[in-house]
């Protein structure tokens, strides 16, 4: 999703309100940065009131907004004494909602809840060590980002992160510094997998005459202005 796409504020939105309402799954969000995971938070409970009974926050006070911060797991479990009420509560909770970080440290939770789906927001800024570990575990993954424009921030010279080896290079992996959102898209464009990948196109944040540029050098002139 390029910039001013609704990659956070809409598209992710709506689809976990269609999921609420067709399916029976539970999903787990993640982004890379706690700013993120507030936007995803603002962004799920414009759903509806009643979606503030339904996700639960997995992080610290420290780093959550104080809008979110009555849904953090620590909160919920104020009133908690024992291990049967906590399963309970976490069963009752259809989403968590949490950095990529903050779940890698906490994966008894994954042993107490079965996740079908997870969805990881600014996946374009996460190595993939961080994240081929997470992925099998769930029956189903989408990562919403945009590599043009928030890729991943590494500071090791490009000399020791090249990749060399024929058998890597052929699954592409060619650089240690590409987000597996990286690799994995390009792998899609390469192999013409085009189920496996889409891209928004409409953008509500540009004029015209601003968008002209990145539109033209970075995304092969597949950019509109958002229809009044």
Wanted: proline fraction near 4%; charge should be neutral.
């Amino acid at each position: 999703g390029p910039p001013g796409t609704g990659k956070t504020s809409m598209m992710l939105r709506h689809i976990v309100d269609w999921l609420l309402q067709n399916t029976e799954e539970n999903l787990l969000l993640l982004a890379y940065t706690n700013r993120a995971v507030d936007e995803i938070c603002e962004s799920i409970e414009r759903i509806g009131d009643h979606l503030r009974a339904q996700y639960i926050r997995v992080g610290s006070s420290f780093s959550t907004a104080p809008a979110f911060q009555a849904q953090l797991l620590q909160e919920q479990m104020t009133n908690i004494s024992n291990r049967k009420a906590l399963k309970a509560l976490i069963r009752s909770k259809r989403i968590f909602v949490a950095t990529v970080a903050s779940i890698s440290g906490k994966t008894e939770l994954l042993q107490l809840k079965k996740f079908h789906r997870v969805i990881i927001d600014e996946a374009s800024q996460i190595l993939e060590p961080m994240l081929v570990g997470l992925l099998p575990q769930f029956e189903h993954c989408l990562l919403i980002g945009d590599h043009q424009q928030l890729p991943a921030v590494v500071v090791q010279h490009p000399d020791l992160s090249t990749v060399t080896d024929s058998d890597l290079n052929h699954i592409g992996i060619r650089d240690l510094r590409d987000s597996l959102f990286e690799r994995l898209f390009r792998r899609c464009l390469e192999q013409k997998w085009d189920w496996a990948y889409d891209r928004l196109s409409q953008q509500g944040r540009m004029h015209r005459e601003i968008m002209d540029f990145p539109n033209l050098n970075f995304y092969q002139g597949g950019l509109e202005v958002l229809p009044p």
